[in-house]
């Protein structure tokens, strides 16, 4: 009986706990793991990031656009918006006869990913003038973050008289990439908002 005891306590104690082989098989199965949820939280953060850049550039096309509409479709007053840093930018309500209208030129290719809103190619602004967006129907807002950080938006609208009574305006935005960087992470397409202003 003590011998059966004892062949028994020996074979329990050769099976219990795990080998090195099989650590190292669980640790490299964690390890991967681990590295497929970092590689998850990563893209969930930029994704985040890019999200709330583009409810930013929404909101500025948003603002834009209330701002033009909330005066008459007859007027030709310059309003003003000042960003973050000081910068007092002329936004311009004039609007101009269709298809064209005034301001940004509308990009009218329906191959092109901006087809019926803003085209994002036209220059900024060029010397000599006459190909870039005419002055007052553009402008690179910057948004200042938390910690110092600051966000640079190029806005551009344009406006299109439909009748005496009525007009058509088109807002583009789109967070700009650092200048030392080209797109990569923060690339963004245009946010376009459309509006009809009347009295």
Known sequence: MLRTKTKLARSRSDWSGFTLIELMIAMVV??????????????????????SRSATATML???????ISSQSPNS??????TDCVGNTWAVATTGGAAPAGAGATLDT???DYSY????PNQAYASIPPGTSVTPGYAMKYVDCGTGGTQSTY???WNVI????YTRLITVSAR?????????????????????????
Do not use: W
Not at 61 to 67: A, N
Not at 76 to 81: E, N, Q, R
């Open 116 to 119: 019926g809103g803003i085209d």
């Open 161 to 164: 008289n439909i009748n005496t």
């Open 76 to 81: 030709t007053a310059t309003i003003f918006l």
């Open 61 to 67: 096309s948003q603002l834009v656009l209330e701002q």
């Open 175 to 199: 967070l700009l990439a650092p200048a030392n960087q080209l797109g990569g992470a923060v690339y963004s397409l245009p946010v376009t908002v459309r509006g009809i202003g009347g009295s």
């Open 154 to 156: 190029d806005v551009r």
């Open 109 to 111: 290719l329906s191959t």
């Open 30 to 51: 964690l390890a991967v793991g681990l590295g497929a949820l970092s590689s998850l939280f990563l893209t969930a953060t930029l994704s985040n990031n890019k999200n």
